[in-house]
């Protein structure tokens, strides 16, 4: 049974848990995180859900659901070991937004963007999670995240932060040039 901290929009705390599967009341929240993995050669990481998830076969970024007592810098770091076993500090990761979801998914989503030197760290999928990974430059995964092969609800989640990511992006761009 996951348990995660019930948060009002503000994401003060509400005193209670909300069970993972079990219906969220009206104007209650929990965390969700994302996380872009960007690599040397300025590349995303993509993962492809496993065929047993909900939206299973479908590539995403790597994310899930903020678990009780974690901040969500930690659960953001715990997805990203867990989903494909790299391993990043707290400092590492950079906020590219903080947006609330509509309609009845109650969920406060935190979007981060990480740098990893994937010339020192490798891949290793979660079985029962994801089961492929690519890693894709900036305009193959526009193209994937607007085609049917991505997950619905992220590429609604990504189109209210792609300025900020476009941002960081260019960032990185002008770093490695130097």
Known sequence: MELFDAVDREENKLGFDLIRGEPIPDGVYHRIVEIFTINERLEILLTKRDFEKM???????????VIKGETPEEGALRELREETGLQVQKEDIHRIALTCSGGDQHGIFH?????????????????????????????????????????????????????PFEQYMKQLERKKER
């Open 55 to 65: 939206w299973g076969g479908l590539w995403e970024i790597t994310g899930g659901a």
């Open 111 to 163: 979007t981060y963007a990480v740098f990893v030197d994937m010339t020192k760290q490798h891949i290793r999928l979660q079985a029962g999670e994801t089961i492929d990974y690519r890693l894709v430059s900036y305009d193959e995964f526009l193209s994937i995240m607007e085609s049917d092969q991505y997950v619905p609800s992220l590429r609604e989640q990504f189109r209210l932060y792609r300025n």
